[in-house]
């Protein structure tokens, strides 16, 4: 008879799932209360009706241990120990509940816990051997083999519950050291890129300056300049991994034709972002799988000018509004809000806006 240990035994638990969890098939031991009945010619009506006592006030305290392992110990252990005590002396089977507490004992508590268990649960059963009332053949096949019993089954649910601690520290120091490797590797990766961006921004601001200082004095010597910022932004786009939480189409077209050459989404695993910052670094293009699938499903079918209607209404405008700050004719409008309406299959203008946004087109 055995019992799986949990991991952390302080922590109740509450998961729906504990009717599975439960060692039902362990319950097949409760089979030494029946012998005694069976072979013992003095017994009747009322030594069954014990065995089904026995067993009915047994199954929640068992049931216990697996859903609260953090009370197992006042609310199995002592009980199930003291319905042994009470009902040995009228059925030697009973003592089976003596290895079942011990089970439990060796999987919630310590190992210097659990021995003191052991010792208390074999006194109290030598104690049942010598003044039980059940007859010499029926007392020493029910309680004999408790007595071994609790040892071997006590003992070795202990070692595996050590080992299952053991297991579960390991795979806890484990995730400590993948998480600190993450956290590290994302700096290095941010630091990287601050000093790419600084550099670039840096070059910018000084051509932006010049271009102000010539504008009037020397046009032609300003639009050089401009030229140069202009360049200089284009090429500092395409080393730009740009690491979001937006998975939407919208969004990697509009980096893309700003010349972005990376789109990755910040919860890929390290190592491809790390991968992904290379192949940019070394001019190449990356682009997370699943924003490429979401750009091949969602491709934006939207006009300029659709776009441009829309972002009004998401601002709140009205047909109205948006007609006298476009210059157009409140029909022109209706009929360009229809068409996009259409094509993000909405019910009305406000709806497609909103898929719009969502979708990243605006």
């Not at 952390?8 to 599975?20: K, Q, R």
């Not at 199954?59 to 252990?77: E, M, N, Q």
């Amino acid at each position: 008879m055995t019992t799986t240990h949990e991991p952390h035994p302080e922590t109740a638990s509450t998961d729906s799932s504990w009717w599975s969890e439960v060692g039902w098939v362990h319950l097949v031991y409760l089979a030494f209360l029946i012998p005694q009945p069976i072979y013992d010619p003095d017994s009747g009506l009322w030594d069954w009706v014990l065995v089904v006592g026995i067993v009915l006030v047994f199954l929640p305290l068992y049931v216990f241990a697996w859903v609260r392992p953090d009370l197992a110990r006042w609310g199995s252990v002592v009980p199930m120990t003291a319905l042994g005590v009470v009902t040995t002396p009228l059925n030697s089977g009973a003592a089976v509940l003596f290895v079942y507490a011990a089970a439990i004992a060796g999987v919630r508590e310590s190992r210097r816990i659990a021995l003191r268990w052991f010792i208390g649960l074999t006194v109290v059963l030598c104690v049942l051997v010598s003044f039980s009332p059940v007859p010499l053949p029926q007392r020493l096949w029910g309680l004999g083999p408790p007595l071994v019993f609790i040892w071997i089954i006590g003992l070795t649910q202990i070692e595996q519950a050590e080992r299952d601690r053991e297991a579960a520290e390991l795979r806890l120091r484990n995730a400590r050291v993948e998480h600190l490797a993450t956290v590290s590797e994302r700096e290095r990766i941010a630091r990287e890129l601050h000093d790419l961006l600084g550099h670039s921004l840096t070059s910018m601001i000084m051509h932006a300056q010049l271009c102000q200082n010539l504008v009037e004095v020397d046009p032609a010597r300003a639009r050089e300049a401009a030229a140069k910022a202009e360049r200089t932004a284009r090429a500092a786009l395409t080393e730009v991994l740009i690491v979001t939480t937006f998975a939407r189409s919208g969004y990697l077209r509009r980096a893309m034709d700003a010349g972005v050459t990376g789109y990755v989404l910040k919860d890929a695993p390290i190592g491809e972002l790390a991968d992904a910052l290379r192949k940019v670094h070394a001019g190449g293009t990356v682009v997370s799988a699943e924003l490429a699938l979401a750009a091949w499903d969602h491709s934006d079918q939207l006009t300029d000018r659709e776009r441009e209607l829309l972002r009004q209404v998401a601002d709140g405008a009205t047909n109205r509004d948006i007609a006298r700050r476009l210059h157009l004719a409140e029909g022109t409008v209706r009929n360009y809000l229809s068409a996009a309406m259409a094509k993000l299959g909405a019910r009305n203008r406000t709806e497609a806006a909103k898929a719009a946004r969502e979708r990243g087109w605006i």
